[in-house]
């Protein structure tokens, strides 16, 4: 599989400079690309090959007056900003034929100057290479300082040079790894774990462990504040303006890198310690559409589960996502009745059935390691049973609701009570969700109805 390592640069004034001139080079000839073949669209022509592009936009445009310039850039930055408008234009068609999975992709847009971002990409034809101080040598650029925080596996197939919103300049190597090599890497355990998100606490696992949440952003809001007042206050278009915005960047930069750091440190604990992991394939855009947005986006539960999933396949471990309508909170984990909803303020409850004290999060959480199938050893051996059909009455329950349950769920939302509680039941502190329902390795099933 291919990852990406990324390593902070410090390029001089002079080679800031000539990066500058890489980025609006590799703009341009991005934008002249779509340009080109909006033209042919709207002519009713058919569009240009990619070939036919490099000739014209690139070869023959640096012989004219208007765009000479780009010869003071490498030809490889030129020719990969033509792939990328390329890609572009390949995944939206495959997203109007209903190939591409994920949601819609739109065509691709005229890339601004004015953009937060910018970057380049450099391949083994650039003939870039990193000298024995350890910096990095850059075709046209000249060697820049690299901060390595760590060695590279293995050799690297290309380097994007990245600047960010904060003004930042960032290195990403890509590389091939070896999963069954990875895998020796990681301690041989049979433990198989339930994972419940939320947001008082980030996560609590099946054998009781409570991780609390670092509300990253909560707690950086007074800055941020104060960073957006003064940005406000600013004219538009002056240099004042411009020094308030990278505050702003800059404050929110160091809001990303904590939460992506607890996210990593996370993620490599859980995937080191057990062989098998279950989640809930939670909607997080539904709720970004909630009050609870903030603390939601703040959770960053999306970001960790994908973490999880190409940690787990590079690994060597197993995860399984399971139906976000599987009433977790509303089932007794000893004794499998199923309670009925219950609000939001509930954190504790006395099954009905058996008489058994539950905690709501440690409850969702055995029982999402359940619906799993993970209750069984993982090592060495098939962590789940085979499929088991569903019963009459849970037709529907592990994908997309049916109607009445639909009309059911925002009947509850406008009375203002659980707005989960008919989707799957009342969660934790203010329930989790992620994103559309994959796994790793295999699809996840019901190691026996809940219901």
Known sequence: MQLRY????????????????????????????????????????????????????????????????????????????????????????????????????????????????????????????????????????????????????????????????????????????????????????????????????????????????????????????????????????????????????????????????????????LISENQGIAVEDLSVAGLARTRLAKSVHDAGWSSFIGMLEYKAERYGRTLVRIGRFTPTSQTCSTCGAVDGPKPLNVREWTCTACGTVHDRDHNAAINVKTAAGLAVSACGAPVRPGAIPAQREETGSHGFPTAPRVAQRHSDDREGQNFRASARGASQSIETFSQPATTCHRKAVLKKPLS
């Not at 033209?39 to 569009?47: G, I």
């Not at 996560?203 to 957006?228: C, H, N, W, Y």
Request: glycine share 6%; hydrophobic share 40%.
């Open 6 to 269: 990324a390593f902070r640069l410090y390029p001089d004034t002079g080679q800031q400079t000539a990066l500058a001139k890489a980025f609006g080079c590799a703009r341009v000839v991005f934008n002249d690309a779509v340009r080109a073949r909006e033209d042919a669209r709207k002519a009713e022509q058919p569009f240009p090959k990619a070939g036919e592009l490099s000739v014209r936009l690139i070869t023959e445009a640096k012989r004219t007056a208007g765009r000479s310039w780009l010869g003071e850039v490498s030809a490889v930055v030129l020719q990969q900003s033509l792939r990328d408008a390329e890609a572009a234009y390949r995944n939206f068609f495959a997203s109007l034929k209903g190939t591409r999975k994920g949601p819609r992709t739109g065509p691709p847009r005229f890339k601004s100057r004015k953009n937060a971002r910018q970057s380049i990409r450099f391949t083994a034809n650039a003939r870039w290479s990193v000298t024995d101080s350890g910096r990095l040598n850059l075709p046209k650029i000249g060697a820049v300082k690299v901060k390595w925080s760590r060695t590279l596996p293995t050799a690297p197939t290309s380097v994007t040079v990245v600047k960010d919103a904060a003004g930042r300049y960032f290195a990403s190597f890509v590389i091939d790894t070896d999963p069954a090599v990875d895998a020796i890497r990681m301690p041989e355990t049979d433990r198989t774990i339930g994972i419940d998100l939320g947001l008082t606490h980030f996560a609590v696992l099946s054998d009781g462990t409570k991780i609390d949440s670092p509300r990253f952003l909560r707690r950086a809001e007074k800055k941020l504040k104060k960073a957006q007042r003064e940005l406000a206050r600013k004219q538009k278009g002056s240099k004042n303006r411009a020094k308030a915005r990278l505050k702003v960047a800059r404050a929110h930069a160091r809001v990303a890198d904590a939460r992506r750091e607890f996210h990593h440190q996370l993620s490599k604990k």
